[in-house]
């Protein structure tokens, strides 16, 4: 089925220009000439632009720990949650093939208990023939760069929960604390020991612009367990009125003081 192209639109609209061009060079020569339709052909792409201008930004969403062990049979590599583990592991080779460098200089026959001293005695005399190497590195992707999304639209929603990300400590000296990141709110879930609880702490600051209401707050409801704690979705009610004596009692309070020359002429 042939395609028609749409004038409404950029794309659409070229179409139809190369086509009148091309039209008029063979009215005027009776066919395509191969250096007149090039050089029409040359100005008409120009005119477009083919670059992908996705707005990609990089987002951190977590880290690992990289271990890489290596020897004349091979090069292994591993990820790892956190150092101690990586180490750990590392360890457990080190015990497994220990026999192959107890009793050299500086070397026990048997391998200490500490992980760190085990691994350090055991490459410092595999120095030549094996080896290993452990650092963090950030765990990243690439997305589109976030747009405010909407809590009344179900797929923007959708779309915020999947690009939450988690940071965590990098290790007990980290002066930082572990954090979920969802739409620029951060919420801060720990142990606190000057309180001795668990603390649960939100930050609104740097919520995105579109959750932001009229009046600078945020919509939210906060739940422990099935109880809600918070919710400031909807408005307070309005405080009770009073009934029987109490409600004549008030009446009475409302009603204006009459001077006595008034209550005379009231027939007080």
């Known amino acids: 089925m042939p395609i028609k192209p749409d004038p409404a639109t950029p794309a659409g609209g070229a179409i139809i220009d190369l086509a009148d061009l091309m039209d008029g060079l063979q009215e005027r020569t009776g066919e395509w000439p191969g250096a007149d339709a090039v050089s029409i052909l040359e100005g008409w792409l120009s005119r477009f632009s083919f670059a992908v201008e996705e707005n990609l930004t990089p987002q951190v969403t977590g880290r690992a720990w990289v271990l890489r062990q290596w020897n004349r049979h091979g090069d292994d590599v591993t990820l790892w949650s956190d150092e101690a583990s990586a180490l750990a592991s590392l360890a457990q080779h080190v015990r497994s093939a220990w026999d192959d460098v107890a009793g050299e200089e500086g070397v026990p026959f048997r391998p200490p208990a500490d992980d760190r001293t085990a691994v350090d005695l055991f490459y410092g005399s595999r120095e ?41 400590m990098r290790g007990p000296d980290d002066e930082g604390l572990p954090c979920m990141e969802i739409a620029g709110i951060l919420v801060f879930a720990y142990l606190d ?76």
């Open 128 to 168: 030549d023939i094996e080896g290993y190497s452990l650092y963090d590195a950030d765990i990243s992707r690439c997305v589109l760069a976030p747009r405010n999304p909407c809590l009344s639209d179900a797929e923007d929603c959708a779309e915020a929960n999947s690009a939450a990300v988690f940071h965590a």
């Open 193 to 268: 020991a000057d309180r001795e609880a668990v603390r649960v702490s939100v930050h609104l600051d740097t919520t995105d612009e579109q959750l932001v209401r009229a009046d600078g707050t945020v919509p939210m409801v906060v739940e422990v367990g099935d109880a809600t704690v918070f919710d400031n979705l909807t408005p307070a009610p309005a405080p009770a009125q009073p009934t029987g004596w109490k409600a004549r009692f008030r009446r009475l309070t409302r009603r204006p003081v009459l001077s006595g020359d008034a209550q005379w002429r009231q027939g007080g």
